[in-house]
Every structure is written in C-alpha cells, then in structure tokens.
C-alpha cells in the first residue's frame, strides 16, 4: 500500500476551508446589504410619516385661512369641478377644430 502524504490530504481541506470563507464572506455580505436595505427602509418610513404629519397640518392651516375668509372646501370643489367641465369642452372644441384644419 502507497502511503498516502498528510499534504495532499490537508490540501484538500485547505481549499474546503478556502470555500466555507468564500461562503461566509458572501453570506456576511448579502447580511450586511440587507440590513443596510432595512435602515434605508426604516428611514423612509420616518420620511414619509413625517410629510403626512407636515401635510396634514398644511392642510388644516388652509382650511382655517379658508374659513376666516368665508370660503368653504365644497363652495372650492364646486368651482373646481365647473372648472374641469370648462376645460373639457375646450380641449373636445380644439381638437374638433384641429381636424377641421387638416382636413
């Protein structure tokens, strides 16, 4: 029987080893990237619940500069939906007359 050399054996565990690191390193990598995903993740909510409170106070701000001037929200939804009804039918009227002009 050949004797066999303790190095080839220990070759073998060395490039094992090399590979369990290599997997570790990618593993620690791919944690470290998700729980930097986290943070950014948990940063824009913070955002973003800080501009909903901003807006609604925006809001509330107009309404009461909108009360104190004796406007109120229907009499602007009124007037915006007169508004939209006016540009509807000037936008179908320019484009009827755009096809009278190509014509």
Do not use: C, F, Y
Not at 38 to 63: F, H, P
């Amino acid at each position: 029987m050949a004797p066999t050399t303790p190095s080839g054996s220990r070759g073998a565990d060395a490039s094992s080893n090399g590979s369990d690191e290599n997997s570790l390193s990618s593993s620690s990598s791919i944690n470290d990237h998700l729980a930097q995903a986290l943070r950014d993740l948990a940063r824009g909510e913070q955002t973003a619940s800080t501009l909903e409170a901003n807006l609604s106070s925006l809001e509330s701000k107009v309404d009461a500069i909108l009360a104190s001037l004796g406007v109120s929200t229907e009499e602007l939804d009124a007037v915006a939906d007169g508004q939209d009804e006016t540009q509807k039918k000037d936008d179908a009227k320019g484009a009827s007359d755009g096809k009278k002009e190509g014509a």
